[in-house]
């Protein structure tokens, strides 16, 4: 059982927009705005999409884009493109002993 | 352009050990931290370890604590994890990734495409 909470799956039509959600405690997200995003395709090494909240890394399309309410971050893309079905996968510091980063369980976005 | 490529991962009997080596260019190893993320086969991401940019600080994941030692060579530019006792648990691809930072923010921005290790008997 991971840390963080997101849904198993998302999807929506090109050009649309959707929006992941990860829901923390007060623990990890509520506590700090030390959360990031990251991608996933197949078979592939995750990419840093999102740190900060909403701050995008240098050569990330402004399509991505962040937030955070209390002790749930959110991931919005917008214009969805085919490539961007992936797995999306949210992090934050935390207060824990046990570890000092802790991760989402993925959430598996479907371009229809 | 920042390359990160691990080697050592294996098929390893429980109790085992490995020493994973991840090869850094690109970039000035010695001014970032380092990581190492896990992931299981179809599961998500676990981070497991982290270094700081001089070497001088380290973390561990509690499920690897005492079991695993991470380390770093900044003459060879390269990043080391020596996984002790290891358990079927343990049964992942591994991958280093580089930090924003000298010190840990664990905003990690470069991956290395993973080495699998595999413990069973």
């Known amino acids: 059982q991971s840390a963080l909470t997101q849904p198993a799956s998302v999807s929506g039509s090109p050009g649309q927009s959707i929006t992941i959600s990860c829901t923390g405690t007060s623990s990890d997200v509520g506590a700090y705005n030390y959360v990031s995003w990251y991608l996933q395709h197949p078979g592939k090494a995750p990419k840093l999409m999102i740190y900060?909240?909403?701050n995008r890394p240098s050569g990330v399309s402004n399509r991505f884009s962040g937030s955070k309410s209390g002790s749930t971050a959110s991931l919005t893309i917008s214009g969805l493109q085919a490539e961007d079905e992936a797995d999306y996968y949210c992090?934050?510091?935390?207060?824990?002993?046990?570890?000092?980063?802790?991760f989402g369980g993925g959430t598996k976005l479907t371009v229809l | 352009e920042v390359q990160l490529l691990e080697s050592g991962g294996g098929l390893v009997q429980p109790g085992g050990s490995l020493r994973l080596s991840c090869a850094a260019s690109g970039f000035t190893f010695s001014s970032y931290a380092m990581s190492w993320v896990r992931q299981a086969p179809g599961k998500g991401l676990e981070w497991v370890s982290a270094i700081s940019g001089s070497g001088g600080s380290l973390y561990y994941a509690d499920s690897v604590k005492g079991r695993f030692t991470i380390s770093r060579d900044s003459s060879k530019n390269t990043l080391y994890l020596q996984m002790n006792s290891l358990r079927a648990e343990d049964m992942a691809i591994y991958y280093c990734?580089?930090?924003?930072?000298?010190?840990?923010?664990?905003?990690?921005?470069?991956w290395g495409q993973g080495t699998l290790v595999t413990v069973s008997s």
């Open positions: 900060d909240v909403s």
């Open positions: 992090s934050s510091a935390t207060t824990s002993r046990s570890t000092e980063v802790v």
């Open positions: 990734a580089k930090d924003f930072t000298s010190s840990p923010s664990y905003y990690l921005d470069d």
